[in-house]
């Protein structure tokens, strides 16, 4: 167990839909990573929001965003969705933003677009 | 962008046995990170081991340890006296601070460990 929790753990929907997708970091980490994995594929790093300012951000799509909040959870959102949208969505965090920091990744959400 | 290549997708290993796991990167940058990460059937991604670039010293944890030739840009995982557990999806990972310290993973390599 790394620390990190994802809610949920599944999701269905439809395409057109919107979902959310919810990340709560370890305890003391400020820095939160989105990424998308898809079936077969490796992990494309999606964004970085660090003490809640968005810190790099990668492939990520407009259809998607992303918030860090106060309490350092974040969530994903992922609107007008496509059935090309379905992946397992990892968070990872640390404690800060740099290069050495390592990653502690969750357990991740599975979305299913159908 | 970096790009980090896995040229095995699949290999295998007899229990206890040792076997070595490929990944190349391609970079200009002098100051990144390069990870290895396991990805069991459950699917969490576990840090297996890092490496600074700016060390020469190869790292290693307990079984694991890497071959890290800065010159070549390759940086290789081996696994000595395999167990069944280390059957899993194996990912190597770039990191540059150049880059905006994002993640770069390669395809995986997925590793068998036979009985």
């Known amino acids: 167990d790394s620390g990190v929790t994802q809610t949920p753990k599944h999701l269905i929907t439809a395409t057109g839909q919107r979902v959310t997708l919810r990340c709560s970091p370890r305890?003391?980490?400020?820095?939160v990573y989105w990424y998308q994995q898809s079936l077969d594929q490796g992990l494309q790093f999606l964004i970085q929001?660090?003490?809640?300012?968005?810190?790099a951000k990668g492939n990520i799509l407009e259809r998607f965003s992303a918030q860090q909040f106060p309490d350092l959870h974040s969530e994903l959102n992922l609107s007008s969705l496509e059935l090309g949208d379905s992946a397992l969505y990892f968070c990872?965090?640390?404690?800060?933003?740099?290069?050495?920091?390592?990653?502690?990744f969750g357990p991740g959400t599975r979305l299913t677009v159908l | 962008a970096q790009t980090v290549t896995q040229s095995q997708p699949e290999m295998s290993v007899q229990e206890a046995e040792t076997v070595t796991l490929s990944c190349t990167y391609d970079?200009?940058?002098?100051?990144?990170?390069l990870f290895w990460y396991k990805q069991p059937p459950s699917r969490q991604m576990i840090l297996v081991i890092r490496?600074?670039?700016?060390?020469?010293q190869n790292a290693t944890e307990n079984r694991f340890s890497v071959n890290f030739q800065k010159a070549a840009k390759s940086f290789s995982l081996k696994i000595s006296d395999s167990q069944l557990g280390d059957a899993a999806m194996y990912f190597c990972?770039?990191?540059?601070?150049?880059?905006?310290?994002?993640?770069?993973f390669g395809t995986g390599t997925s590793l068998t460990v036979i009985p």
């Open positions: 929001y660090y003490n809640g300012e968005e810190r």
């Open positions: 305890s003391g980490d400020l820095s």
């Open positions: 490496q600074e670039a700016y060390k020469q």
């Open positions: 990972a770039y990191r540059g601070s150049n880059t905006g310290n994002q993640f770069y």
């Open positions: 990872a965090s640390s404690v800060l933003a740099g290069v050495a920091d390592t990653q502690y």
């Open positions: 970079t200009s940058e002098s100051d990144y990170y």
